[in-house]
């Protein structure tokens, strides 16, 4: 089975602090994807990834970066976090265009 | 571009009832199409896939979905539902590129 892990779970963090959201996949997939969900407005996507150091903007890009050193790891950083970056943040992965698979979400929560 | 819409934001049935939520989607060129399933706290689960073939298309848990291309529908469907799948059901096309987009979702309540 596919396995992604997203480090946290719950993550408190203040306006202004740097955040590091971690993504890693055991299943050697090329591409992987970070994604917001918020109510009434479905799955985002923030940006994506389709082998390492490659990246592209998703639909919702600004006050994000991604960074994508290793095939299996895929980190999404909030330069300086906002209010309204609260939200569910889940990544994904798949091979080719292959279904998604998804990690279990990290709720971030800005004060 | 590709779209997704759900047209029920909240779907309520009591067990045991057949339930459908409907999805229609809009893209200029042939589509790949997906339902997946979000239970509370977790991420999304991979329900059925539509790549191509027939348009009638058997997932787990009992769901089923059904292909109309002129009526740019994928509409998701469970005869008989159980409190078990009490959950958000998301609806996603992708063009065969890497890229999904999501509908807004519908989220599902079973009553006894």
């Known amino acids: 089975d596919v396995k992604v892990t997203q480090s946290s779970r719950y993550l408190v963090k203040r306006t202004g602090e740097k955040v590091f959201l971690e993504c890693v996949q055991d299943m050697d997939h090329e591409n992987m994807f970070w994604y917001r969900q918020d109510p009434g407005l479905g799955l985002r996507l923030i940006y994506f990834?389709?082998?390492?150091?490659?990246?592209e903007k998703g639909d919702i890009p600004e006050g994000y970066s991604v960074s994508r050193e290793k095939k299996e790891r895929f980190s999404l950083i909030l330069e300086s976090a906002s209010t309204n970056q609260t939200s569910m943040y889940l990544c994904a992965s798949n091979h080719r265009a292959g279904p998604q698979h998804f990690g279990d979400g990290t709720r971030l929560s800005i004060l | 571009a590709q779209s997704v819409t759900q047209l029920d934001s909240q779907v309520p049935v009591f067990e045991e009832a057949p339930v459908e939520l409907r999805c229609n989607y809009s893209?200029?060129?042939?589509?790949?199409l997906f339902w997946y399933v979000q239970y509370p706290n977790q991420g999304l689960q991979l329900l059925l896939k539509?790549?191509?073939?027939?348009?009638l298309v058997k997932g787990i848990n009992g769901f089923e979905a059904e292909f109309n291309k002129s009526q740019t529908s994928f509409h998701l469907r469970k005869p008989s539902v159980h409190i078990s799948d009490t959950a958000e059901y998301f609806c996603?096309?992708?063009?065969?590129?890497?890229?999904?987009?999501f509908g807004q979702g519908t989220r599902l309540t079973i009553n006894p």
């Open positions: 893209s200029s060129v042939s589509v790949y």
């Open positions: 539509y790549l191509s073939g027939s348009t």
């Open positions: 990834s389709y082998d390492v150091k490659m990246k």
């Open positions: 996603a096309v992708s063009d065969g590129a890497q890229k999904l987009v």
